[in-house]
């Protein structure tokens, strides 16, 4: 199935738009491509000079054995020499030039590609798989930077020296210039049997590869369930068959490489050889011998090849790289969601309005029925419900990561949706179900590229998330580097870690999502205490399992199958016979 969507995908993004994605790319480079393309040019002339010196010297001087000329022959044969000479270093210093253009549009791409991921909604993110997307930011990305090699590189200079040779050839004797000109066609025909027959399976190579890095990197984050439910085994085998359809793949398009490519470019080369020997010996019956000609065109003939074969032999690679650029392509056309207009207001009291909301996911039912609600600022809210009920589901729509199927968000009276972006960000926080750590010191964690907080203010939300203590106990303090994903704290602390992390910022509403799951009792109470001493500064929305987590929270909303059934203070849920809120906590209280 996702192989379908790839292939669509591709199929989608037609070589054109890979190309002009490529020009984009480059396009800030494009004086030096043109100057780099001028100084080959000249390079190329003054290799095609070699043979036609050559010529002379041959048939003028050496053949007639007329060596009176000594200065003139020295002259000729130093001329050999430094065109020759100056072509290489000509040369040389032009593709280290192009080189440079390419590695500076594929990190001009990479920026932009990684940048655009980051920005894409979250509703993207339900259907991608992190391995394959991160196999685009830098697989595919690299197999462009190929591209360019290839076509600055190898393509340019080649196609430069083919042309510039047939010239020279065609100033030498139109006719044999003829004979090897006939080569191109050929060639072109054999480059067209390739491509039908490995861009099938070039595809299919880099499709599956994109596969076998999600799964190395689905199976790597996973690994503790993996190893725990004895799954190895079977994910092994998933994996063998994914690499081996690789090979397989890889294997078809080496044999099509292989088979079809070198040996009828070499056998063309023969039989082209043959062709130039028997059309100069025809040739000269009239016209008399001229030995240099012959050393002319053979050596040019050469000059054609090589550099056609080089092209040819690229066209794999290239079939690669255009993929890679199409799939790149299509990435980058994935749309972003609608942001308003930068400038727009930011939450000033965290007065949030809900007016019949209704939400869902993809073509899915709806999964929040329509409700109106008002939660005036500094209002400390708990949010419950059963497993599924909707409770993270309304945090996403606050959060802006998807758009309501209807209804609205009002803040301080502000549509959500027009709110600036930037703000939005700063005013509100999150701390997460799993929070999100990264392998860098707790400074680091809690500042998060924040570089305006101070180090006091820092302390100052690790204390009122009740953290301060438990990171002064570490090895090094707040200087301590938390391994990767936090590896060093517990969950518990890593979620402490997460609520300072947001309080650092100074939300005007602080989104909480089962943020004290796994906190022991008396950490739970101090926090709780901690966010009912936010209470009229800050609008806290808590989702919580733990129902002493919100007990103190005025309004408790109640969901169930996503239709908000009870809103109230703990007491007053409490008296609703048969209440959902009641249940829950009789629940609980059994469990406990
Ligand atoms: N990204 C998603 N794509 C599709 N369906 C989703 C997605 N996220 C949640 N759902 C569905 O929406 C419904 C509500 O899920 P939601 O996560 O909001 O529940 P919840 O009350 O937060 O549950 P929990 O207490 O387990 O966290 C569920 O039926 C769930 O299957």
């Not at 007639?64 to 000729?76: K, S, T, V, Y």
């Not at 001329?79 to 032009?94: D, E, H, N, P």
């Not at 070499?266 to 050393?295: F, H, K, P, T, W």
């Not at 609520?499 to 005007?508: D, E, Q, V």
Request: proline letters at 4%; hydrophobic letters at 50%.
């Amino acid at each position: 199935m996702r192989e379908e969507v790839r292939a669509q995908d591709v199929a989608r993004s037609s070589l054109r738009d890979a190309a002009r994605l490529l020009w984009t790319m480059a396009r800030p480079e494009r004086r030096q491509v043109f100057i780099g393309t001028a100084w080959l040019i000249v390079a190329a002339g003054l290799e095609a000079l070699g043979p036609i010196l050559a010529k002379r010297l041959i048939d003028e001087h050496l053949l007639p054995r007329q060596f009176e000329a000594i200065g003139l022959m020295a002259a000729l044969l130093a001329a050999i020499w430094v065109s020759g000479l100056a072509a290489s270093g000509l040369r040389y210093l032009q593709l280290t030039r192009m080189a440079g253009v390419a590695q500076k549009a594929v990190l001009r791409l990479r920026a932009q590609v990684f940048q655009h991921v980051l920005a894409l909604p979250m509703a993207y993110f339900d259907k991608q798989i992190t391995g394959a997307l991160v196999s685009r930011v830098t697989n595919d990305t690299e197999s462009v930077n190929q591209l360019y090699r290839q076509v600055l590189y190898v393509m340019l200079d080649s196609s430069i020296v083919v042309a510039g040779t047939l010239v020279a050839m065609a100033f030498l004797d139109w006719r044999l210039m003829l004979i090897i000109a006939a080569l191109v066609p050929a060639m072109v025909l054999v480059i067209w049997a390739y491509q039908r027959l490995s861009a099938p399976a070039v595809a299919q190579a880099r499709a599956l590869k994109s596969d076998i890095n999600a799964q190395i990197a689905e199976n790597l984050g996973g690994l503790a369930v993996l190893q725990a439910s004895g799954a190895l085994g079977r994910f092994q085998a998933r994996f063998a068959n994914h690499n081996d359809q690789h090979y397989r793949a890889r294997m078809k398009e080496m044999r099509a490489n292989a088979w079809l490519l070198r040996p009828a470019l070499d056998l063309l080369n023969v039989l082209l050889m043959v062709a130039l020997i028997l059309g100069y010996a025809q040739q000269r019956e009239v016209s008399g011998l001229e030995v240099g000609l012959l050393y002319a065109f053979l050596s040019y003939l050469t000059r054609v090849v090589e550099p056609l074969i080089q092209i040819t032999l690229q066209f794999g690679q290239l079939q690669q790289a255009l993929v890679a650029a199409a799939r790149v392509g299509v990435l980058l056309q994935e749309a972003h969601a609608p942001l308003p207009a930068p400038g727009g207001p930011g939450i000033e009291r965290g007065e949030i309005r809900i007016e019949q909301l209704r939400a869902g996911y993809g073509e899915g039912a709806d999964v929040l029925h329509p409700f109106d609600l008002t939660l005036p600022a500094g209002s400390f809210v708990g949010l419950v419900g059963h497993t599924g009920s909707g409770k993270s589901t309304l945090l996403a729509l606050l959060l802006r990561f998807y758009a309501p199927r209807g209804g609205r968000i009002l803040v301080d009276g502000q549509p959500l949706e027009t709110l600036d972006e930037a703000r939005l960000r700063h005013d509100l926080a999150l701390v997460p179900q799993e929070p999100q750590l990264l392998s860098a010191s707790a400074w680091d964690n809690l500042r998060m590229g924040r570089t305006h907080l101070s180090d006091a203010t820092l302390q100052e939300a690790a204390r009122q998330a009740r953290l301060h203590e438990m990171l002064l106990a570490l090895p090094q303090g707040y200087d301590t580097l938390l391994g990767e994903g936090g590896v060093q704290l517990s969950t518990g602390q890593k979620q402490l870690l997460a609520m300072a992390r947001a309080l650092a910022g100074s939300p005007k509403i602080l989104l909480l999502d089962e943020a004290t799951a796994n906190i022991d009792s008396g950490t739970e109470a101090l926090l709780g205490e901690a966010l009912s001493a936010l209470r009229g500064r800050i609008t806290v929305i808590a989702v919580a399992h733990r129902l002493s987590t919100i007990r103190a929270a005025d309004p408790i909303l109640v969901l169930h199958h996503g239709h908000l059934v009870e809103r109230g203070t703990h007491e007053a849920l409490m008296a609703i016979p048969g209440g959902v809120y009641q249940r829950l906590v009789q629940l609980q209280q059994l469990a406990e």
